[in-house]
């Protein structure tokens, strides 16, 4: 049998390098503010009239700044694996950014399982499988796991 | 001068599922606000809707539907939308028309009817939507009240107790309220015994979504002394301020916070009430008693700090020694908030304010709060949506 083709789940918001994965954002060239997802056409900072961007790796790891659960399964657009198996989600402070980014903790590690503070990595992993593909996504790892 | 305005009638229609025209519940509130002033429609000269976006047209002319309704009588007409705080911002209108002197007498007013079931985005792939995008990634509403919940844990040690006293007081004060839908004086073991919907939040944690009607007849402080209400609850405070960037919180529905890399990360919830204070020249220690959001319970402890009633971190503590009942010295939902009503979104801000007046008046019955004189609200929405109205006696 061979692997199905790995594809992101959503085009151009993280790298898909499998070993050091990161989110990919942008800065603007003019007031140094960032942005997850990328800004592309003016700047958000009310001080600022920058109108042009960089494309940033934002930092790959950062601290938990609070965590949850989904005990029951999403509405659509979420794609559902039967039965529903219950995920852990964690909002992650990025240090240098100075901004905190949702996603999904990766199997395995529970509400229980974390702490604010606790660092996190991040890494890619399947959101859900189709006939043809893989869907990747980012999430979120205790980096002593 | 005084930018007071006053409240001269007030009015709803129980909260429930009752699968109506939102326009009946709407009418109903109106006509009670009417008598409650002891005017005639007729005397109205500006109906300020707060409109619902799941009704169709006549949602998104709540204004112009409601005055229909009524029966036309050649007022003028205004609709405002702004999610969780359009009924403020419906109120901010009618307080602008009131004091530039083009109209005397105004009625707020705002109802919907909910659909049943989760609340889920648009059909459609939207990779460039971040509402589409959260969804698709498993981030739901419970998610964001869930996140608020677990970091009053982590940083203050709240525990999931004091959340379901939040819920077990809320419960209480709403069972002798005629509006509200849910009258049932439930315990810490039943919301214990809940579904865990997102952890540590459970299924009566977290508020439902209801139909409901509330209005409000506001005039001139000149034209309540004319019709002898010169006594009448003042509306000393509205304040509909937006956030100011750089935001350091994650809000529904982002996926991330703004970056305070170059300027400083600022709380939405917390400068709310800041512009109202000032506008009220009325401090936090004046307050006798407020309704806040309830989407979750926890979320109540955090309107109590944002609105500046205790230290950061120490509202638990006021839940656990009574001080936020009825008969605490700091009563917070008084009508059973969110909790018993469940949210009916264009009409929540106004009901929180018919709360207030009737608490003010001394007309509450079994909730009465006494030496009550000065009350303030609390909400907020999507898109930098919010709210927060000072009434006093």
């Known amino acids: 049998m061979t692997a199905k083709k790995k594809e992101p789940a959503i085009e151009g918001w993280f790298t898909m390098d499998s070993d ?52 029951y399964k999403p509405p659509e657009p979420f794609v559902a694996a039967e039965p529903f198996v219950p995920y852990t989600i964690a909002a992650v402070e990025l240090e240098h950014e100075k901004m905190t980014v949702l996603g999904q903790v990766v199997e395995g590690v529970n509400v229980s399982d974390l702490k604010a503070g606790m660092e996190m990595e991040l890494v890619l992993d399947t959101l859900y ?17 | ?77 205004n609709t405002s939308y702004a999610a969780c705080a359009s009924g403020s911002q419906a109120l901010a209108a009618a307080r602008a028309k009131i004091l530039s002197g083009e109209c005397e007498v105004a009625l707020v007013i705002g109802a919907d ?53 939040v819920k077990v007081k809320n419960a209480e004060h709403g069972f002798s309220n005629p509006y509200a839908r849910y009258k049932k004086k439930f315990t810490a073991e039943d919301v214990a015994a809940s579904a865990m919907v997102a952890d540590p939040l459970r299924l009566m944690d977290i508020c439902a979504t209801s139909d409901g009607g509330a209005a409000l007849i506001v005039c001139s402080m000149e034209y309540a002394k004319k019709i002898g209400r010169a006594d009448a609850v003042k509306v000393a405070a509205i304040s509909t301020v937006t956030p100011t960037y750089a935001s350091s919180v994650i809000e529904m529905p982002d996926i991330a916070t703004d970056s305070g890399a170059v300027v400083d990360a600022q709380s939405f919830r917390a400068a709310l009430p800041v512009k109202a204070y000032e506008e009220a020249g009325i401090g936090p220690e004046d307050i006798s008693l407020a309704e806040v959001y309830d989407l979750s319970t926890a979320l109540e402890l955090d309107w109590i700090e944002d609105l500046q009633l205790c230290e950061r971190g120490h509202a638990a503590q006021l839940v656990r020694e009574g001080a936020t009942k009825i008969g605490g010295r700091l009563p917070i939902n008084t009508s059973g908030g969110l909790a018993c009503f469940g949210e009916a979104v264009p009409a929540q801000a106004i009901s929180q304010i018919c709360e207030l007046t009737w608490q003010l008046r001394g007309q509450a019955g079994d909730r009465q709060v006494e030496n009550a004189n000065v009350g303030i609200t609390a909400n907020q929405g999507l898109f930098g949506h919010g709210s927060s109205v000072i009434v006093k006696k």
Not at chain 1, 27 to 55: A, L, R, V
Not at chain 2, 19 to 47: C, H, L, P, S, T
Not at chain 2, 136 to 161: K, S, V
Request: hydrophobic content about 35%.
């Open chain 1, 129 to 145: 499988e189709d006939d043809e593909s893989e869907k990747i996504t980012w999430k979120w790892k205790p980096v002593s796991a």
């Open chain 1, 20 to 71: 050091k994965p990161h989110l990919l954002g942008s800065k603007c060239c003019d007031c140094g503010t960032f942005y997850f997802p990328k800004q592309k056409n003016f700047c958000k900072n009310p001080s600022c009239n920058g109108e042009e961007f960089e494309e940033v790796k934002l930092s790959r790891t950062g601290k938990v700044w609070s965590f949850t659960n989904s005990c």
């Open chain 2, 1 to 77: 001068m005084s930018n007071d305005i006053a409240i001269i009638g007030v009015g709803m229609h129980p909260w429930g599922k009752w699968g109506k025209n939102f326009v009946e519940y709407g009418v109903k509130a109106a006509r009670d606000a009417i008598k409650d002033a002891g005017i005639d429609w007729k005397d109205v000269q500006f109906v300020s809707g707060a409109a619902t976006m799941r009704c169709g047209y006549p949602g998104y002319v709540a204004g112009a539907t409601f005055a229909q309704a009524l029966g036309w009588q050649g007022a003028e007409v």
């Open chain 2, 113 to 165: 009817t909910t659909p049943k079931g989760f609340l889920a985005p648009q059909k459609g792939r939207r990779p460039d939507d971040p509402d589409w995008v959260r969804f698709h990634l498993g981030i739901t509403n419970p998610t964001y009240f869930a996140l608020y919940a677990r970091r009053r844990m982590e940083m203050y040690g709240d525990t999931q107790n004091d959340f379901a006293m």
